[in-house]
């Protein structure tokens, strides 16, 4: 059930998400009149969104609302000491650490317990949140594309990743067992719904974990090798594969690791090409829709 409570939380852990999506420049701008301390302690108002679910579902627990207030301050200082310690932004270990809690937090559902199991899409949302937080407004990491003004040639892009994965993953999919096809005409404004919902809540915070952020820094980080762009694309797929390996399975779910890991090669493609998560998010939804529809 919809209290105002929760309608109310679902509004404030948007804002951060869709203000920085929509409206970067009020999230990159630098805010030189506010204090390095006060910049870092603000986003410990993340944990209010927990505060007025848990109350309207009689779930509230102290130790959740401190973690909420504590680990977002944790991780913007986190990446305070990786601005002033790596200027260049080559990536540092402060870096690594915070992708790893909170991509870990994630898929592992470290912190999914707070929440009643049909409000758990509210943890991901303020660990984003956290992240967005972080890594533009703090660390101010360049390169990142996360700018949801959506263009014709983001659109192109990413439909034409699409089109070059689609091919080989439904023949490795159906050969393996994996993918199963389903003869189905789905209702158009469900179809629609289906791929919105998607895009915003599971591809756009992906894109901008795995290639805004992660693929980002390896790339900067592999060039002092010279493998930067073909090394970051490589190894960022193969995370993202692994980030899949429990699901729709109880053990190591092979099928799903190699197809999530040969997906993550054109996500990663359809990123680099203008550095736009947009772009990358496009093939994503339309994977992860066509997948829903006809292939599950």
Not at 29 to 34: A, E, H, V
Not at 128 to 145: E, K, P, T
């Amino acid at each position: 059930m919809l209290t105002p409570s929760i309608i109310i939380a679902a509004v404030l852990t948007l804002i951060p998400y869709l203000t920085a999506a929509f409206f970067p420049a009020l999230i990159t701008s630098p805010r030189k009149q506010l204090s390095a301390s006060v910049r870092v302690l603000r986003p410990a108002v993340l944990c209010i969104p927990y505060a007025l679910v848990a109350w309207s579902t009689h779930t509230f627990r102290w130790h959740w609302l401190v973690v909420y207030a504590v680990l977002p301050v944790a991780i913007a200082g986190l990446m305070w000491n990786a601005r002033r310690a790596d200027p260049d932004q080559r990536g540092n270990w402060c870096d690594i650490f915070v992708l790893a809690v909170l991509g870990l937090a994630v898929d592992l559902r470290w912190l999914e317990r707070a929440w009643p199991a049909h409000l758990a899409v509210f943890n991901k949302i303020i660990l984003l949140d956290a992240g967005i937080y972080a890594f533009l407004a703090i660390r101010q990491l360049d390169g990142v594309g996360f700018d949801l003004r959506m263009r014709v040639r983001d659109l192109a892009i990413g439909l034409r990743e699409f089109a070059f994965y689609a091919p080989v993953a439904i023949a490795l999919g159906l050969a393996l067992g994996f993918l199963h096809l389903h003869a189905v005409w789905p209702h158009p404004v469900r179809a629609i719904g289906a791929f919105a919902f998607t895009f915003f809540f599971i591809a756009v915070p992906e894109e901008l974990f795995f290639r805004g952020w992660l693929q980002n820094l390896l790339e900067r980080h592999l060039n002092k090798w010279k493998t930067g762009r073909t090394g970051a694309l490589a190894l960022t797929a193969v995370l993202f594969g692994l980030s899949h390996w429990n699901k729709r399975a109880l053990h190591f779910n092979w099928r799903y690791v190699l197809l999530a890991a040969l997906a993550g090669v054109f996500y990663g493609r359809a990123w680099r090409q203008e550095r736009r998560v947009g772009a990358s998010a496009i093939t994503h939804a339309v994977v992860d829709t066509v997948w829903g529809i006809w292939l599950r």
